[in-house]
């Protein structure tokens, strides 16, 4: 299979993938582990803003590195190019063994159980659910970069849809939650140095939420005028994202006191429901459209990253090659979506590591950020776009994400430490590799 990737991708399409990266299940079931944690209207805006101001500056960082470096792979390439092809490759390896594919066993087995509102289903009948799930939306990204783009165009429009009718009906038939004031916020922080730590691991859930936008840069070999448009895709989605979110949480808080909205289970069902009879079928519907929109996406966009590592003679030479009539990178595809579905079947035992995806996944997007800095000081890497702000924004997007990560190390030291040994374990494969090249 000697095909090459089609410039087949634009504009609105790009910024649908950033979007629906970003939106999964985590916005509907989340926030209500963020009310438990901090217990306060005005921190759990304060969280979701700063989360939306990580994406934003993330994006904004990360557009300079689109424009300068508009190839197959995203931010694979930066890393690369930056530091190396020893940091690229454990970014690939995973991204593949537990960032991507751990998020789309787990968001398969998501939209399993909420169909088991409609139909019964065991463990055995969810499993089969889910590899059904997964094995559908790969024959649609093997069968053309097109059909993926018509995909994510879709099933993103109606996440959005969705969320809208949400926000619209907690304005409009909500009651607003009294808050605290700015003066007791401030005394809370500072009187009480746990409150910090609270506050960084609610950013855990947050950030899951948030992250994905970068996924824009994966597929930058098959987007047309990628200089101009795959910058510009994550900034607007970030946006989008950041809006949608503080505004699904002013609604979640409209509609139910603050108390019942950290002790549900099923915040965006319960908030909608407690205005609308119908409204949890129809939370359940929206979700079972996103987490199937989110899998499609993931499906699309990360392989990229494992046909340029293969192209790099890093990884498998059966992966660098790419359809020739469909033109994707069809072999990438079914190794993910293949390792996804091994993950169906060690789920209990794979739990651990899942939960550590947030944390090496933040780890490299400093790493990621960092190399702005690197291309910053070659005066022949000059970029079409470059970050406004700088190094204002990437440092604020740095800095964020170095306390998270640090807080995360602190108060999650367990799944910190799975993600440092999966780093570990893809050592031997990348010196492997170099020995067999």
């Known amino acids: 299979m000697k095909g090459h990737l089609k410039k087949k991708i634009g504009f609105y399409g790009l910024t649908m993938v950033a979007v629906g990266s970003c939106i999964g299940s985590g916005i509907f079931v989340v926030p209500s582990d963020i009310a438990a944690l901090l217990k306060s209207p ?4 304060a969280a979701w803003l700063l989360g939306g101001v990580v994406a934003v500056t993330g994006s904004l960082t990360f557009a300079e590195l689109g424009a300068l470096y508009p190839k197959v792979g995203g931010v694979y390439v930066y890393i690369r190019e930056a530091f190396g092809d020893l940091w ?11 960032i991507t594919s751990g998020a ?3 968001l398969s ?8 509102a409609y139909i019964e289903l065991d463990e055995t009948g969810m499993i089969i659910v889910g590899i059904s799930v997964i094995t559908s939306v790969t024959v649609i990204n093997v069968f053309g970069v097109k059909w993926g783009e ?3 165009n879709l099933f993103t429009s109606f996440k959005l849809i969705g969320i809208l009718i949400i926000v619209v009906a907690g304005i409009a038939l909500g009651n607003a939650v009294s808050g605290v004031t700015e003066i007791e916020v401030a005394s809370e922080l500072t009187s009480d140095t746990s409150s910090i730590g609270l506050f960084a691991l609610a950013m855990i859930g947050v950030l899951w939420s948030f992250g994905g936008w970068q996924h824009a840069s994966f597929l930058s070999a098959e987007t047309r005028n990628a200089e101009y448009v795959v910058p510009r895709a994550m900034i607007l989605g970030a946006l989008i994202v950041t809006v949608t979110y503080v505004m699904a949480n002013v609604a979640y808080m409209r509609l139910l006191p603050l108390e019942e909205m950290a002790q549900s289970k099923a915040v965006a069902s319960d908030a ?3 205005v609308l009879p119908s409204g949890s079928h129809l939370v359940t519907v929206l979700i079972l459209i996103s987490t199937f929109g989110s899998i499609g996406i993931f499906t699309m966009t990360a392989p990229r990253i ?14 660098s090659r790419i359809h020739p009539k469909y033109g994707t990178p069809a072999n990438a595809i079914l190794l993910q979506s293949g390792w996804a579905i091994v993950i169906l079947f060690i789920w209990g035992s794979f739990e651990k590591v899942i939960a550590s995806v947030v944390f090496i996944d933040w780890v490299f997007m400093i790493i990621g950020a960092v190399t702005v800095f690197v291309f910053r000081r070659n005066s022949d890497a000059r970029s079409s776009f470059r970050t406004p702000g700088y190094p204002v924004v990437p440092l604020i997007f740095i800095g964020i994400s170095v306390w998270f990560v640090i807080y995360m190390l602190i108060g999650r030291p367990e799944q910190a430490l799975w993600g440092i040994g999966l780093l570990v374990l893809g050592l031997p494969i990348y010196y492997w590799g170099r020995r067999s090249t």
């Not at 690229?88 to 537990?98: E, I, K, M, P, R």
């Not at 590592?309 to 990884?315: E, I, P, R, S, V």
């Open 42 to 45: 005005d921190l759990i805006i």
């Open 88 to 98: 690229a490759f454990l970014y690939g390896w995973s991204t593949l063994t537990v």
């Open 104 to 106: 789309i066993a787990a």
């Open 109 to 116: 087995l998501t939209f399993a159980r909420y169909l088991s």
């Open 150 to 152: 018509v995909f994510s």
């Open 272 to 274: 909608l429901k407690s």
């Open 306 to 319: 494992y046909l340029a590592m293969a192209q790099d003679g890093k990884f498998f030479d059966l992966i």
